[in-house]
């Protein structure tokens, strides 16, 4: 089924996919600090940033001496799909895991590519953190919600870059919601203030 007959802005209740995001949400941050450890430094952590793409989100090219990764979320065949610039590739299936096996698949999915790494494994900013490696309570992944989800983020990017276009405001992200700010002030600011290094997602 094409995209085009998707609704674009589809219902995502809260309550509805609260343990998924909360899942989704770790996992993208297993995923963050994989690329915080392997990429040069950036001002305002921009090296830290996932990107929206038509399929769910993806670190962009990193550094792995003289070639470089890439880890995308699939948010339409639900995978984690981890290429290099050199032509290997390793994925696997989203669902069915906890934080504890998505952390141990995905090191040794980097493994397999022969990509060394080694992350911090204790969430950020949440209260009563878990190590990734013991988390095993977190283990939600509902295919319909992340597909609503999909929609919605890749529309929020859509119509935050067209507003971008009529700024040179610098951009900040979090996970569900772009901010833009010049001179230190928000010129679009969610209702509440959104946490800045739980998952950073690029959208605009």
């Known amino acids: 089924m094409s995209n085009n007959s998707l609704d674009p802005w589809p219902e ?4 509805a996919w609260r343990d998924t995001c909360a899942t989704l949400q770790l996992w993208t941050q297993i995923v ?9 430094w950036l001002n305002h952590s921009w090296h830290v940033t996932l990107y929206v793409t038509p399929r769910g989100l993806t670190t962009s090219p990193i550094p792995d001496g003289a070639r470089t990764f890439q880890i995308d979320f699939d948010f339409i065949d ?18 069915g895991h906890s934080v504890a096996s998505f952390y141990a698949a995905t090191l040794a999915a980097l493994a397999e590519l022969g990509i060394a790494v080694a992350i911090d494994e204790m969430p950020n900013e949440l209260p009563d953190p878990v190590r990734f490696s013991e988390d095993t309570a977190h283990a939600s ?3 319909d919600a992340v597909g609503r989800f999909l929609q919605i983020l890749v529309n929020v990017d859509r119509v935050l870059k067209q507003f971008r276009t009529a700024s040179s405001a610098r951009q900040a ?18 209702p509440r203030a959104a946490p800045s290094r739980r998952c950073a997602v690029s959208v605009g």
Not at 12 to 15: D, M, R, S, Y
Not at 79 to 94: K, M, P, V
Request: hydrophobic fraction near 35%; charged fraction near 20%; aromatic fraction near 10%.
């Open 78 to 95: 639900h995978t984690l799909r981890i290429s290099t610039s050199d032509g290997a590739l390793e994925q696997f299936t989203l669902a």
């Open 173 to 190: 992200g979090a996970f569900l919601l772009g901010q833009f700010r010049s001179g230190g002030d928000a010129l679009f600011r969610p």
């Open 32 to 40: 963050g600090k994989i690329r915080l450890t392997k990429s040069p």
């Open 141 to 143: 992944y509902d295919p």
């Open 12 to 15: 995502l209740p809260t309550a």
